[in-house]
């Protein structure tokens, strides 16, 4: 059974385009990411299950608005943008890449899905209930998660 993926856009489109508005700040790129996520959809819809979209919708929306931050700082778009991501780049560099470094073990430890409930809770700002709604597990299995994130945070600063 494939998904219906232009019921998916008239009911999920608002949120999955609030979600790319929150990462990517631009309401034009916001709008194409958005139409990514849902092209997304249609090129893997026939191997989709019609469960938990949401969930499903919100965690494609994270990858491809960050695939789009990623790839900004790679290409930027002109010489303005190039001055402005080496502007933002600037700074205290060594605690960055210390930073960028924890996290990258952070997360190679644990499952993907750990660090989407990670983002959806602390970054987001979402309740332990609408993260465990929104990644399809419990309230009690996204508390062991973060719980399992927090411990392993805390072995590799103690490293």
Do not use: W
């Amino acid at each position: 059974m494939s998904v219906d993926v232009e019921a998916y856009y008239r009911r999920y489109g608002p949120q999955v385009l609030r979600r790319c508005r929150f990462l990517l700040r631009d309401e034009e790129q916001a709008v194409d990411a958005m139409h990514d996520v849902f092209v997304q959809l249609l090129r893997y819809q026939a191997a989709l299950k019609d469960a938990g979209p949401s969930s499903l919708l919100h965690q494609i929306a994270t990858r491809v608005c960050l695939n789009r931050l990623r790839g900004a700082k790679r290409r930027p778009e002109d010489r303005d943008d190039e001055l402005v991501l080496k502007i933002a780049a600037s700074g205290d560099t060594e605690a960055r890449t210390a930073a960028r470094g924890l996290l990258d073990r952070l997360f190679g430890r644990v499952p993907a899905s750990s660090r989407d409930i990670a983002v959806l809770h602390l970054v987001d700002g979402m309740t332990l209930e609408e993260t465990a709604r929104e990644v399809g597990l419990s309230v009690s299995g996204v508390r062991k998660r973060l719980r399992a994130l927090s411990a392993v945070l805390q072995e590799l600063e103690a490293a």
